[in-house]
């Protein structure tokens, strides 16, 4: 088979890798990939956004299968429109992928399904809004509907930030069309996991339990990031928790999306938040989270393209999602600058050769005058494997440490957390 990937970051690599194990596979085409998928296949430089050009591209190259890995392009109904011109598609519509692109319709099927949640109301007004925070007296948490390049999420620490942030979306625009509506939620603290699930409209079959670190800095601290680093799976969540939150989270998400017309094909992802209260939804996404899939993909035994071809066709069982019994960490090295003004062209200085069980996935990198250079945000994930936790985040940083460039961001306490259980 022929397999189209649209997307050109981490997340995208490490698709591109895993599917170019899978006998099946003969060939890939990534639009726009990065030079780390220039290995694997062939990279055509055109906008994942670009619809009108995703579309042409996949009718001149004529694929079996068209990954559409992120969030924009689902957003926009890339999956809808390659499936009308005939092109097989991998990915939820964009109807079902308002689970993503609607934090307001993300909480409307929470309420409905009866799936635990943080309390919240939705408003368009500031004035609407300023009276909800002043009854209710504490600082909550601002989140633009729509998506905003993750940035759309405030959680304030005072009333007076609370109403700045909704002043900033709903009277200056800070959003846009994004922020023109905003949901204002109960803070909550906890451990936060992610949680994704392969879906075929019915079925829903978990991948194992993953945490991201999304603030620049150690400790939690400094701006929201994309995502600084990840491991899976998480010891927190036992077989048994893991089951009861795929049954009482993922599958009736899953369950409402379809009883509403619009059911979820691709991977489900619910951002939860571990209170002692019992577990919360902080957000669902409708893809493969960045940088969890550089930490599950080489933990699958199984072919994922078997596992894609399965959910298109409704065919999806667990016996499908088999898994290595090691541990993952992924480490996320950044650009000068990130998450503002990422700075591009620093040439990067990689090893002749990676250290045992490790893998490095590209994101944002490119080769100019065949030298590697920094080319977004977030450019490299060094990625260790092990039978222990300990043995795969010692490798993780042993290639993380051997990578070199200008302005190089890193977080030294990914997986700290796992490491003192
Ligand atoms: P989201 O895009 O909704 O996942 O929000 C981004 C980040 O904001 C999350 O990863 C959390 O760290 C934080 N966050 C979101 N909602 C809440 C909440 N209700 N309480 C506390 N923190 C939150
Ligand atoms: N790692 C967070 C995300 O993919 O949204």
């Known amino acids: 088979m022929k397999i189209m990937i649209v997307g050109g970051g981490g997340r995208e690599h490490a698709i591109a890798w895993k599917l170019s194990q899978s006998p099946r596979v003969r060939e890939l085409v ?19 956004t670009d619809l009108d050009a995703q579309v042409a591209l996949a009718q001149a190259e004529r694929p079996d299968l068209v990954v559409v890995a ?14 009308a011109a005939g092109v ?57 509907d729509g998506l905003a390049l993750g940035k759309g999420v405030i959680v304030a620490e005072t009333v007076d930030e609370t109403l700045a942030a909704l002043r900033r979306m709903l009277r ?5 069309a994004a922020g023109a509506r905003v949901v204002l939620e109960e803070r909550l603290s906890g451990e936060e996991i ?9 079925t829903v079959v978990p991948l194992l339990p993953s945490q991201d670190h999304k603030r ?34 993922l599958q009736p998400a899953v369950d409402a999306l379809r009883e509403m017309g619009t059911p979820f094909v691709g991977v489900l992802y619910a951002g939860l938040m571990l209170t002692a209260e019992g577990p919360r939804v902080l957000e ?36 499908l999602v088999r898994w290595h019994a090691d541990a993952a960490v992924c480490v996320v090295l950044a650009a000068q600058g990130y998450p503002e003004q990422p700075r591009r062209g620093d040439a990067i200085a990689l090893p002749e050769a990676l250290p045992e069980q490790t893998l490095l996935f590209h994101a944002g990198t490119a080769r100019q005058n065949g030298q590697l250079v920094t080319a977004g945000g977030r450019v490299l994930n060094a990625v260790g494997l092990g039978e222990t936790f300990a043995t ?28 003192a259980r």
């Not at 726009?32 to 994942?48: E, F, H, S």
């Not at 919240?120 to 007004?125: E, I, L, P, R």
């Not at 600084?228 to 036992?238: I, T």
């Open 30 to 48: 990534i639009a726009p990939g990065n030079a780390g998928t220039a290995q694997l296949g062939r990279n055509v430089a055109i906008k994942a």
């Open 70 to 83: 992120p969030d924009d392009p689902l957003a926009l109904g890339l999956v809808d429109r390659l499936t």
């Open 88 to 144: 097989r598609a991998w990915g939820p519509s964009a109807a079902a992928a308002r689970i993503e692109a609607s934090k307001a319709l993300a909480k409307e099927v929470m309420r409905r399904a009866g799936i635990p949640t943080a309390d919240y109301t939705v408003v368009d007004s500031y004035e609407q809004g300023e009276r909800y925070v002043r009854a209710q007296g504490r600082p909550l948490v601002v989140k633009a």
């Open 172 to 176: 200056e625009g800070a959003f846009g």
């Open 194 to 202: 992610s949680l994704l699930g392969f879906c075929d409209g019915r």
């Open 216 to 249: 620049l800095l150690d400790g939690d601290r400094g701006p929201n990031t994309g995502g600084m680093g990840a491991y899976a799976p998480v010891s927190r969540v036992d077989r048994r928790l893991a089951e009861q939150l795929t049954a009482t989270i």
């Open 284 to 319: 669902f996404n409708a893809r493969f989270g960045d940088p969890e899939t550089q930490a599950l993909l080489p933990l699958l035994e199984s072919d994922l393209l078997e596992i894609m071809l399965a959910s298109l066709e409704a065919g999806l069982h667990p016996d």
């Open 392 to 419: 795969a985040r010692a490798r993780a940083y042993a290639l993380a440490e051997r990578i070199h460039f200008a302005g190089k961001q890193m977080r030294y306490d990914i997986g700290a957390r796992e490491l």
